[in-house]
């Protein structure tokens, strides 16, 4: 069964399911993911590197679903530039920055 939806060649938007985004990140280290509520707004748009506890590790007192099942949604992808091009194409005058965690 395919667990995410594909939007373009190398655009990967999660469905709902955390199960599912956390499994496929920890099995694809290589790439970023983009974190950012439903509406995009720039101030929660953030660029992580796959790698980053951030987006892998709920912090309270967020609960279980907390990363694609609520508010959020996640984008994959392993090319940096799409990323950003994404945004904006998703969103007049958006923006995404980079974490400074992992980045
Ligand atoms: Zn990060």
């Given at each position: 069964?395919n667990?995410?939806?594909?939007?373009?060649?190398s655009?990967t938007?999660?469905?709902?399911?955390?199960?599912?985004?956390l499994?496929?990140?920890?099995?694809?280290p290589?790439?970023?993911?983009?974190?950012?509520?439903?509406?995009?707004?720039?101030?929660?748009?953030?660029i992580?590197?796959?790698?980053?506890?951030?987006?892998?590790i709920?912090?309270?007192?967020?609960?279980?679903?907390?990363?694609?099942?609520?508010?959020?949604?996640?984008?994959?992808s392993?090319?940096l530039t799409?990323?950003?091009t994404?945004v904006l194409q998703?969103?007049v005058?958006?923006?995404?920055?980079?974490?400074?965690?992992?980045?």
């Amino acid at each position: 069964m395919n667990t995410t939806e594909k939007t373009t060649a190398s655009i990967t938007l999660f469905e709902p399911d955390d199960a599912k985004y956390l499994k496929w990140v920890n099995e694809h280290p290589e790439g970023f993911v983009l974190t950012s509520n439903k509406s995009l707004y720039p101030k929660f748009t953030v660029i992580h590197k796959a790698t980053c506890d951030k987006i892998k590790i709920l912090k309270a007192p967020a609960k279980p679903g907390g990363f694609t099942e609520r508010d959020y949604i996640k984008v994959y992808s392993t090319n940096l530039t799409d990323l950003n091009t994404w945004v904006l194409q998703k969103r007049v005058n958006g923006s995404s920055r980079k974490c400074s965690l992992c980045f």
